[in-house]
């Protein structure tokens, strides 16, 4: 297999691993939910209170069960209590679906419960089908720590599974078994999530006067900027050029950001408007302005993460901006995946019906998911020109009003 990284035409990496499914039981407001044909670009929809932030908590609950562990990532959510599905007697599932290049798709089920107040690992497996018919080949799975897994490279029948216990039920067996060579697709799997990104992009972060020194990704909160943009300027400067090209497209009087060492061993973020000879600091920058180039520095990585979570990024930006954002999220969405939640027309507008899901509550207060591409008239009307952002406006949907109660409130 050709191991060399396939290029885009403007030099960025493109990572060719995508979601295809997702399914999730007892998380919340999620009681029992699947996402399908999952699109590089998809964007969820829907009132305060639908389960929009709860799905991005999803991706973010798996990243960093691998990156920290499980046990930290279920306290920090309030465990069983707050985190499972009110009146759920079963565990918490998450089931994604996911093609790696010249492989099958790849399912990955983890099912999580409590025990004596701590997190298990009750069962968790991986497995494909190489052939369109024919059973399934499950080459890892675990049961609260005790398990078998097989290299996942030879063919089903030669593929040895062995038996190897975890030290604790509370170990998730991907993250563990990943880190060794004779797993390689239990390992491109760690690999996978491990990349992601979720975004909890905050304005006053970016303002941060970090220690000098470049990083080549931006970090969740955004609080090393300028340490990428220091990065870039030494790494790839034609891409930060082409960064600042369209923060200007954007933001016309911007002429220039820079990232500067001061004495004191910190970093200095600067923004030079075209009118003036002196730059101004980035914490008097406008938050527009700051959140603007913060996403962008994010969706013209150089190596970008295979997935990309953003919340909300209407926050801070004008409506006009928001077209433009777009577009740039599917550019980036050529060379990755990327889920956005928004609560915004002006950004819907640029899309398309397939990309779009609308979440909210039926009569027991718990989400559904409904595809816009499905809802009756709307594909006829954008074949007339129509926009998206207009017709949920205008309430052609059928679900997702705020002012229409569709089920009871629940958590």
């Known amino acids: 297999m050709n191991l060399t990284p396939k290029m885009d035409p403007e030099g960025a990496i493109v990572r060719p691993d995508r979601i295809t499914y997702l399914r999730v039981e007892n998380y919340r407001a999620l009681r029992s939910v699947e996402f399908r044909n999952l699109t590089p670009l998809t964007v969820l929809l829907g009132p305060n209170g639908s389960g929009k932030s709860t799905v991005f908590d999803v991706f973010a ?14 306290d920090r959510r309030g465990r069983a209590r707050e985190l499972k599905s009110r009146g759920s007697d079963g565990p918490l599932v998450i089931e994604i679906k996911y093609k790696e290049p010249e492989y099958p798709t790849i399912t990955y089920h983890l099912a999580v419960d409590e025990r004596n107040g701590s997190p298990v690992v009750v069962e968790e497996w991986l497995q494909w089908r190489r052939a369109s018919h024919g059973r399934p080949f499950r080459f890892l799975e675990y049961h609260e720590g005790k398990g078998r897994a097989a290299s996942g490279e030879r063919p089903d029948i030669e593929d040895t599974r062995h038996n190897i216990p975890l030290k604790s039920p509370d170990l998730i067996a991907v993250n563990a078994l990943g880190q060794f060579a004779e797993h390689p697709r239990v390992a491109a799997l760690r690999d996978f999530i491990t990349g992601w990104y979720v975004s909890y992009l ?10 000098a020194g470049p990083q080549y990704r931006l970090s969740r909160t955004g609080d090393n900027l300028a340490n990428v943009i220091e990065y870039l300027k030494e790494q790839h400067p034609d891409r930060l050029d082409r960064i600042f090209a369209a923060l200007r497209s954007r933001v016309p009087r911007i002429e220039k950001v820079l990232a500067e060492p001061m004495p004191d061993g910190r970093l200095l973020l600067t923004i030079k408007d075209v009118p003036f000879q002196n730059p101004i600091l980035a914490r008097f920058a406008s938050d527009g302005t700051l959140k603007m180039l913060a996403y962008l520095v994010l969706l013209y990585d150089p190596a970008p993460p295979p997935f990309i979570g953003i919340e909300e990024p209407e926050n801070f930006l004008h409506p006009r901006l928001l077209y433009g954002l777009a577009e740039e999220c599917r550019g980036a969405a050529a060379r990755g995946q990327l889920l956005v939640t928004t609560h915004s027309p002006f950004f819907l507008n640029a899309l398309r019906p397939e990309e779009v899901r609308v979440l909210y509550r039926d009569t027991d207060g718990y989400a559904k998911v409904a595809l816009v591409s499905e809802a009756q008239g709307i594909n ?12 949920w406006i205008e309430g052609h949907f ?4 705020p002012l229409v109660k569709e089920g009871a409130p629940s958590r």
Request: proline share 2%; glycine share 12%.
């Open 380 to 391: 006829d009307f954008i074949k007339e020109g129509a926009l998206l952002g207009d017709l």
């Open 202 to 211: 905050s304005v006053d972060n970016t303002r941060a006067q970090p220690e």
């Open 61 to 74: 609950f798996l990243s960093e069960c691998f990156e920290s562990g499980l046990r930290r990532a279920w």
């Open 398 to 401: 059928g679900v997702g009003d």
